[in-house]
């Protein structure tokens, strides 16, 4: 296959097979107590005197029992996986309308427990992976499995071996892309109909095609073919929206299923006065997510539409835009990532809690930061060198003025420093020589898979919130 790579996909088992290693010899009480115990604690959901604590523990890591893995939102997918919308059984009455329909569907035919649907969550997700860099990537070969195993195992990635949707999710939009590039609609209509049964963030997608084309038809003034597209683009997302409300509401017995959910976790709109999170591990990669990649993506979204320039070098020459599918997906990924962005800044009241899972975790990420990574060498400049330095500085001062999530050299931000790390090593790997990418990168790489066992131990025992 043209986007598909036996070499990549050897690297990711390989990946996998560490990362399992590593967290094996972390789950030995004397290698535990003579290593990471040293930097680090556990965390554990225990009960004192009837009342759920989330208390600080030196114990080594737990065994990769299937059942450990039904926790947060996998245990709510669980639940539907179980009894679908049922109001009669099961629990999460209140808010699992909130979530979609058919990762549960899939964990529930496949016939997989909770440890097994986690590893074909990182299968889904290197493939995706490996879909994108040799999609986004054709013209560096070369540094494509270097590349592929930096975003492999960037510190985010944990999420993407856990029972959520997001390894499913990244696996519809390479579909959606393949369908599109290759002028194959019945397929991008499967994979956007799909991506619309996983995740209500579809909407942001939706909302981002409908500004693409209304961008473009102010180029080509051709009402016809900007309703013509319109509807093919958008028509999957939609598809799926319904046939997953539909579904809701069949198992449920009742139409309010979703809004009982929305009510549950209804949010304010308004300025927030302080910052807060739901764990200093959550804290530090969430505060990367908003300066390295939330904020740059939202400020060249609204530079691209001022400079005239620019704009015209996106929407110029009628519909060409529709038919760069690398260019259109890298567009609607920019849009997700900043309507993403504003939306949280106005209805969070200033708790960033998951804010890395929507952005680090998504597609839209990958998507965005490989665009960019292929078009590096013919836009890389001093300036460009100086620009990319800014969200560091935007970092820097905001960890001053901001009181919560305590030493900023805990371990707990270990996560944010990888992150900042990898960001920078990806800008630079082209100007470096072979021994000094090499090194950099392979302690960064261990690095990143013994934080990621940090972070599934810690799921693994009810004591970080993902979600």
């Known amino acids: 296959m043209k986007y598909f790579s036996a070499k990549l996909f050897i690297i990711a088992l390989v990946n996998l097979l560490v990362f399992v290693i590593v967290f094996s010899l972390l789950g030995n009480a ?5 290593t990471l115990s040293k930097i680090s ?5 225990v009960k004192v005197d009837g009342v759920t604590q989330i208390q600080h523990s030196k114990d080594a890591f737990v065994t990769l029992k299937p059942e450990r893995f039904q926790n947060w939102d996998a245990d709510i997918y669980y639940n539907i996986k179980e009894h679908l919308y049922s109001k009669e059984k ?3 009455t209140q808010v699992k309308g909130a979530f979609f329909p058919l990762f549960p569907l899939v964990w529930k035919f496949s016939g997989l427990n909770g440890l097994q649907i986690s590893l074909l969550n990182y299968l889904l997700f290197s493939i995706s992976l490996i879909f ?8 560096r070969e070369k540094d494509q499995p270097l590349i592929f195993t930096l975003l492999l195992t960037l510190p985010s990635t944990v999420i993407f071996i856990i029972p959520y949707t997001e390894a499913l999710f990244m696996f519809s939009m390479a579909l959606a892309i393949i369908g599109h590039s290759q002028k194959k609609y019945n397929l991008y209509f499967i994979a956007g109909t799909a991506m619309a049964m996983l995740r209500p963030a579809v909407l942001i997608i939706l909302v981002a095609l409908v500004a693409i084309e209304l961008l473009s038809w102010l180029q080509h003034k051709k009402s016809k073919q900007f309703f013509h597209s319109l509807m093919r683009m958008s028509l999957p997302f939609v598809t799926g929206t319904v046939f997953a409300i539909l579904i809701q509401n069949i198992s449920s017995g009742s139409f309010n299923t979703m809004s009982m959910a929305q009510n549950y976790w209804e949010g304010k709109i308004g300025i927030f006065n302080q910052i807060s999170d739901w764990s200093v591990e959550g804290f530090g990669l969430n505060v990367f997510a908003l300066f390295f990649i939330a904020i740059p993506a939202c400020l060249f979204f609204l ?4 400079t005239k320039d620019l704009f015209r070098s996106f929407y110029n020459k009628s519909l060409q835009l529709r038919e760069d599918s690398r260019k259109l997906f890298f567009l609607i990924s920019i849009f997700y990532l900043s309507l993403l962005f504003i939306i949280i800044f106005f209805t969070s009241q200033g ?3 998951s804010f890395f899972r929507f952005t680090m975790c998504s597609p839209a990420f990958y998507i965005a930061a490989l665009y960019f990574l292929s078009v590096q060498k013919e836009h890389f400049t001093k300036f460009t060198s100086v620009l990319i330095s800014i969200p560091l500085l ?4 905001f960890l001053v003025k901001v009181d919560f999530g305590g030493n900023r050299l805990d371990f707990a931000y270990t996560g944010m420093f990888l992150s900042i790390c990898s960001f920078y090593l990806l800008c630079f790997l082209a100007n470096m020589n072979k021994v000094s990418r090499l090194s950099v990168s392979g302690i960064l790489i261990m690095a990143s898979i013994i934080w990621n066992t940090y972070l599934l131990n810690i799921f693994l025992n009810e004591g970080w919130i993902f979600t």
Do not use: Q
């Open 132 to 139: 994108f860099v040799k999609y986004y990537l054709a013209t």
């Open 394 to 397: 935007l970092l820097g001062i």
């Open 351 to 353: 708790n960033l809690h």
């Open 90 to 92: 099961g629990g999460f």
């Open 30 to 34: 004397p290698i535990y107590e003579n």
């Open 303 to 306: 530079y691209s539409l001022i």
């Open 41 to 45: 604690h556990n965390y554990k959901r």
